[in-house]
């Protein structure tokens, strides 16, 4: 991975020749539409129709120009295509109500998975909360625990969660330089 000073945000590049791009969604709140479909089809118990979650308000949300929270971060291939997504939220779940900000909403297309896309988004919303002053940031998770571990996130808790486990994980965010 390598830092791109001009942008604050990664870009990566498996054997140099297909170089994934993140940069802030404010940037390219044109693709919003995109990732609320895909969401949609992700996540249907939660934004799909008669749902509570509304895919499309929670993306415009995440791409204020103003760059505060909730904020987003997309990743595009070297081809320009629009390949994955990831948001910093203030909050999360309730029992966890004092501390933030959290990673969430990560999603990569399903043809891209496993080519470390989701770890290059993890470390932009690193970046992204160093911006905004944040010391620590914060993930819940029941599916990418395995990611977060390798990704060097230290799990510090374990909630039960809609009949399942959530783990709560966390990661010191790296100082400039
Ligand atoms: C979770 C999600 C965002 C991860 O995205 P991703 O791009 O597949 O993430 P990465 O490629 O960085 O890592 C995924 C796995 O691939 C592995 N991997 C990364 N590069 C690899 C490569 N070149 N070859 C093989 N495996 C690789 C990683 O080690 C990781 O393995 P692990 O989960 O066993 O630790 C994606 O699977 C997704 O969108 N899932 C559906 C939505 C979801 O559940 N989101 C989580 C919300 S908390």
């Known amino acids: 991975m390598n830092a791109d000073d001009s942008q604050g945000l990664p870009t990566w590049g498996d054997t140099g020749t297909h170089c994934v791009t993140v940069t802030p969604l404010r940037e390219r709140a044109d693709l919003c539409g995109f990732f609320a479909r895909h969401f949609e089809a992700e996540w249907p118990h939660w934004y799909g129709p008669a749902r509570r979650g509304d895919a499309a308000a929670d993306l415009d949300a995440w791409a204020n ?20 997504l990831a948001a910093l939220k203030a909050t999360s779940i309730e029992a966890y109500a004092h501390v933030g900000p959290w990673a969430a909403a990560g999603y990569v297309i399903p043809d891209r998975r496993r080519g470390g896309v989701g770890a290059l988004l993890l470390s932009a919303l690193s970046i992204e909360a160093r911006r905004l002053g944040f010391a620590a940031i ?31 994980f966390r990661r010191a965010v790296p100082g400039p330089g």
Not at 68 to 76: D, E, K, N, S
């Open 65 to 84: 120009r103003a760059g505060h929270l909730p904020l987003g971060v997309v990743a595009v291939d070297a081809g320009g295509a629009p390949i994955g």
């Open 138 to 168: 914060y993930c819940a998770t029941m599916g990418a625990a395995a990611l977060l571990a390798r990704e060097g996130w230290r799990q510090i808790d374990a909630v039960a969660h809609d009949g399942g486990t959530q783990r709560i």
